[in-house]
């Protein structure tokens, strides 16, 4: 959905300092509109709020806006609220919507234990983004098509965006809610490749690169569609999404202290899963259980076990939180037991005229996967790289994790620098924080810290009015 004419719009002249806060959200996905969303509900003085996306659509973002209606969430619904202290209100929204309510009778009375369409998700967000504008007559929202290419400081705490609007104003607050940078073109389809009047098998061929979530998005979209060749995926380390259980599964974790080192942590974990199943429980109540150590956790390892993480354990921690609803899970394994679809560990190199070159895990000898269609469904890390993120840097605005992930911050989002002071004014809300907290990606996460990062600027930009 656009959201031109919605807002009010004013603008400023370029170095003008309003005597109404201004406040700029870089990004318009779910962590920028939640940021918004979070700002209106938590900041009580009125304020001016700026949002910058060259992306001309407000949706839950790039991850999870979806072409396909039945592109399927892979968290239940009892975990996407967007409101602080009301965990139903997903749930409520989705029993107030007459023709869902229709769709889905068996989940009557509530909808807490389900897996949702992606777009069902979007549409809730952007209404209680609507709800909570409209309830702000105190407020002005402008929307802009720019991407933002610097930041720098001016005026003590303020900022100045560059963008290709030269008229940007000051901003006393800047939150970077830019996830994974700006979307690159679509995959070339067989529609469009040069590669369809030279096919080399028998069979049409398809390769997806990569291992998460989208992966097996791409996969079923492909099989939903009709799609009847052959499909192989490759996948750097081999581990695709488990299956999350029937029911929901309850967090368990053990009461015991965690040790210290990282290969002693995963045979704890490894033992607590295994007793949990003897138990009659799931290892999926463990690694929920987990989740709610990962913080602490993550904070105590040093930076050369965070780096042994990174390199040997984080796909299969992600194969083991990021899972999949358990019917996609049976379809997953239903297509590699049929053999329709072939797993391939390895490396995916260079694309060819003919497919894809890859080097198989544990050789040196490159081969070629010979595919029609080629769909990079690599998980994207957040892009220091672009300028954006370069001037923040390079002014000490903002600093690289310990993991060069993503930017240093803090659980309200507060960028922190090589001293541990925050920068005053500048947060960084969602995947942006990767290498500084654990699941900053997922949606609660993003709404927890969206909310915290919101009472902060409430406090910083009137400290005498605090949030009721
Ligand atoms: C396929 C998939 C499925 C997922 N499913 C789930 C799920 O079921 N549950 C869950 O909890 N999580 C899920 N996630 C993860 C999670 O939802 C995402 O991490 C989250 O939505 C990230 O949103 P975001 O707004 O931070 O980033 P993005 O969606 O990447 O949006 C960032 C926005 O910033 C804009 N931008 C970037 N750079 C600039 C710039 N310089 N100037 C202006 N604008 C800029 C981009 O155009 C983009 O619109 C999923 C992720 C994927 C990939």
């Not at 003919?354 to 892009?383: K, L, M, Q, W």
């Amino acid at each position: 959905m656009t959201v031109q004419g919605l807002f009010a719009t004013k603008f400023h002249a370029k170095g003008q300092v309003s005597a109404i806060p201004r406040i700029a959200v870089v990004g318009r996905g779910f962590s920028g509109m939640m940021s918004a969303i979070a700002l209106m509900k938590t900041v009580r003085t009125p304020f001016h709020l700026q949002l910058f996306d060259p992306n001309s659509s407000v949706s839950g973002g790039q991850a999870l806006s979806s072409t396909r209606s039945s592109t399927i969430l892979n968290t239940r619904v009892r975990d996407l609220s967007v409101s602080l202290g009301d965990a139903d209100d997903f749930n409520d929204w989705l029993c107030s919507n007459a023709e869902f309510r229709a769709a889905v009778p068996a989940a009557i009375p509530g909808f807490r234990q389900i897996f949702v369409p992606k777009q069902l998700f979007s549409d809730y967000v952007y209404q209680r983004f609507s709800e909570a504008l409209a309830a702000r007559k105190d407020i002005t929202v402008q929307v802009c098509h720019d991407p933002v290419v610097s930041i720098r400081r001016r005026h003590a705490n303020r900022f100045l965006l560059e963008s290709a609007n030269p008229a940007n104003p000051i901003f006393d607050t800047v939150i970077l809610a830019t996830g994974y940078g700006l979307s690159e073109p679509e995959a070339v389809t067989e529609d469009q490749s040069p590669l369809r009047s030279q096919r080399l098998v028998a069979r049409p061929h398809a390769a997806l690169l990569g291992s998460g979530i989208r992966v097996l998005d791409q996969l079923l979209q492909l099989r939903d569609s009709g799609y009847t060749g052959q499909i192989t995926i490759v996948s750097k380390h081999g581990f695709l999404p488990q299956s999350h259980t029937p029911n929901s599964a309850d967090p368990v974790f053990p009461a015991e202290e965690l040790p210290q080192s990282l290969p002693e942590i995963v045979r704890f974990i490894r033992a607590a899963c295994r007793k949990a199943e003897e138990e009659g429980r799931s290892w999926q109540s463990v690694m929920n259980g987990l989740r709610r150590h990962a913080r602490s956790l993550w904070r105590s390892l040093p930076a050369r076990q965070k780096r042994q993480f990174n390199r040997h354990l984080r796909a299969i921690y992600d194969s083991h939180r990021n899972r999949l609803p358990e019917a996609m899970y049976l379809r997953l394994k239903r297509e590699l037991a049929e053999g329709n679809t072939v797993l391939r560990r390895g490396t995916a190199d260079r694309r060819g005229l003919s497919g894809i070159f890859f080097t198989p895990a544990g050789s040196d000898v490159e081969e070629v996967i010979y595919a029609e269609r080629v769909f990079d469904c690599r998980c994207r890390a957040p892009n220091l790289a672009m300028p954006l993120m370069q001037s923040l840097i390079s002014s000490g605005l903002a600093m690289p994790d310990e993991l060069s992930l993503g930017l240093a911050v803090n659980l309200r989002g507060e960028a922190c620098l090589e001293d541990g002071s925050t920068v005053d004014g500048l947060f960084a809300v969602g995947p942006l924080g990767l290498g500084s907290l654990p699941d900053i990606d997922l949606v609660p996460e993003i709404v927890s810290q969206a909310y915290a990062a919101a009472d902060k600027i409430g406090q910083q930009l009137h400290p005498q009015s605090r949030a009721v």
